[in-house]
């Protein structure tokens, strides 16, 4: 069993979720498939191999002065095992080729057990393993996350997003079935990834951004984030972390009032007006821009505006600083790390 040593990851990130100022700004590297690349491996070698999948992430992790680890895991396992057509690459995730619902069955969706793994091999196998041997083999107290989309997500790939966004612009009622039906499929899969070992909820909803949804349909997405964090909370009094592609700043006051601890926003915000939408209500994370900076710059530039990003927003902590969104495959470690060092070195 893992010895893990308390190096203050945990101490420092609960400490901003609750706005207190610690001797660092914590970090999250914001890294899935990164950390197989950085090993030298392909996505495929820790696809279905649990060992390698948490080894590579916690080395990562510590490698780039991170305070969180995600293993190498693939959200769209779950469709695979719904029954749905997806291609997956030797080096990528999973590409999702079918649909699964349709106006005829949305009353009558039928959804895997995430607990059950003779429903859910891929889920268990890739994700439900990995964590779980990420936490036996964990050296230091590093906050584990887990992966599921986030309901407007889900539904977004069950329906064929096209088709959920029409359903919702003609007010048919389908498209609201579905994504409340995939509200407790979402908190299904969060309450077993907790149960196999991730430390802090982690969803990611990207197209339930302001890019993508007019502001009057902002409050699907918000009671839906709702409702999986409450049905955490009855079983876990473990952080809760949303992320949000693209242009996230309407919807921050809103997601205020969900009950997550804290809302990982993109590079597309600015963060001093985050700071300003969220007040000391929500902690946020982010948004150094992981193409421009992370993927393409140098250390000393990427440092550079990372000290900016957190004068703007974190200075006085409810701040966790990451790239905007997950930091691509090919970034050089020495970019990561940097990201991590300024977290460390911001109150030197």
């Keep these: 069993m893992s010895s893990m040593e308390d190096k203050g990851h945990r101490s420092a990130v609960e400490a901003a979720l609750r706005f207190e100022k610690g001797e660092r700004i914590p970090v ?22 649990p060992g390698i999948s948490a080894r590579v992430s916690v080395d990562y992790a510590l490698k780039t002065l991170s305070d969180f680890v995600k293993p190498v895991v693939d959200s769209q396992m779950v469709f695979a095992d719904l029954g749905m057509d997806v291609v997956f690459p030797d080096d990528d995730y999973g590409s999702v080729k ?53 309901p407007i997500s889900t539904a977004g790939y069950l329906m064929g997003t096209e ?9 048919d009622g389908i498209a609201e079935k579905v994504v409340k039906a995939c509200t407790g499929f979402v908190s299904d899969q969060q309450l077993a990834m907790a149960d196999a070992g991730a430390t802090v909820m982690w969803m990611a909803d990207p197209t339930a951004s302001g890019d993508i949804l007019s502001p009057d349909m902002f409050p699907l997405p918000v009671g839906t984030i709702k409702d999986v964090v409450s049905t955490f909370r009855k079983h876990y009094d473990s952080p809760a972390f949303v992320h949000i592609c693209g242009d996230s700043s309407k919807l921050i006051p809103l997601i205020a009032e969900t009950g997550a601890d804290c809302l990982s926003f993109d590079h597309a915000v600015d963060p001093a007006e985050a700071r300003k939408a969220a007040g000391r209500r929500l902690a946020l994370m982010g ?29 006085d902590s ?29 109150f030197s």
């Design 163 to 171: 088709n959920m966004l029409m359903s919702l612009m003609m007010e």
């Design 287 to 315: 948004n150094i821009d992981p193409i421009k900076y992370i993927m393409q710059s140098n250390p000393d530039e990427i440092r550079k505006q990372c000290r900016g990003i957190i004068d703007a927003c974190g200075r």
């Design 28 to 49: 999250n590297n914001f890294a899935l498939v990164t950390a197989a690349r950085s090993a030298g491996i392909k996505v495929k070698d820790a696809r279905y191999e």
């Design 98 to 150: 079918s649909t699964y619902v349709s106006p005829d069955n949305a009353d009558d969706i039928a959804f895997f057990d995430p607990k059950n793994a003779s429903e859910c091999p891929h889920f268990t196998d890739c994700i439900m393993k990995s964590l779980a041997e990420t936490s036996r083999i964990l050296p230091e107290d590093l906050e584990i996350c887990g992966l599921s989309w986030g």
């Design 318 to 346: 409810g701040f966790i600083l990451a790239p905007g969104c997950e930091s691509p495959i090919s970034s050089p470690d020495a970019n990561v790390r940097a990201m991590g060092e300024a977290g460390r070195d911001y």
